[in-house]
């Protein structure tokens, strides 16, 4: 239990003579069962905002060493969550747990990590328990706790943080890192408060998101459209590839545009099936590559593309850019 034991450590030292709240599986995830986890913790910490710290135990290696890498303990990280104690609540909701173990799911099935700037969209409420407009999450390190160091490896405790749909289309269009910097402004422990009203109903934030977009562009590079589909024609002059998106994908589309191409920066739009890659370029350029599509768009492509779909359109073929055309179905 060498790995469970280090995170014992370190929370002991952080709530001495705290007795938390805890989940464990009925049966383990390695005799069959639906929950990765092996244990989630959650604290009550008092003081003027008075708040629940749930942890995961279960990304890191807890008992033996199994991965290659020395300096690394499983996934590299644990997770955890703050959130808002409600009235005189004496027992953790259990929510939390179960959206901490959907996240462990996708981990564990994918291989994919999670780090500090992510987010993770579920375009839902992010439990039924309760009423809330969050619909996200974001990720940062969490600054309640330091660095996991084990005998199986070091990791990081990564928190955890509710947003709504509008906030989740500013950290697309703009930058996580900042964004969160704009939430410790008024939540410098980044508790998640399920009935909060989103940031962007404040006409400061506003401006100064809509500031960083203009001035900084997007961090983000990947944006996906999962309706997205594509159709090479082949004529008696030359070809066409034809992509169809859905109304829900040209927001991620109009995003790139705007955050990436007219700042100089790749983007890449993921579907199901087929990937484009948006690229700068002074010159117009359509590439196809097995169920890949690069297209080099010049800065007067790419504004054509945008008013276009900013006032609605639904058949989009930029002047200079031959052989490509996007359809909104």
Sequence with gaps: MIGKEAIDEILGSLYPGSEPNEWEPTIKYSLGGPDPLDLVRAYRVNGPQPY???????FTEL?????????????GFELTFKLAVKGEEKTAPTWPVVLLQTLGNYVFSTGNEFAAGNHVDFKKPITEDIPTDLTALLFDVDSSLPHLVSPHGQATFLQLVGITASEVEAVQQWNAKRFLELMKEENPLLITEPERASL??????????????ENEGSSTGTYYAPDMKLESKKGLFGGCN??????????ALLNLLRGRILHGREGTLIGEDIQVRFVP???????MDDQSLALSLSAASAK????????????CEPKQLKGFKLTVK
Excluded: F, R
Excluded at 52 to 58: D, K, L, M, R, T
Excluded at 306 to 315: K, T
């Design 304 to 315: 054509e593309m945008l008013a276009i779909l900013s006032n609605g359109g639904v058949v």
């Design 200 to 213: 962007l109903s404040n006409p400061e934030i506003v401006k100064q998101v809509q500031a960083g977009i």
């Design 63 to 75: 008992d033996e060493k199994e991965t290659d890498d020395p300096d690394i303990s499983g996934y």
């Design 281 to 287: 370029a002074n010159t117009d350029l359509v590439k």
């Design 242 to 251: 034809e992509i169809a998106v859905t109304p829900n994908d040209v927001t």
């Design 52 to 58: 629940w710290h749930y942890i995961s135990y279960g």
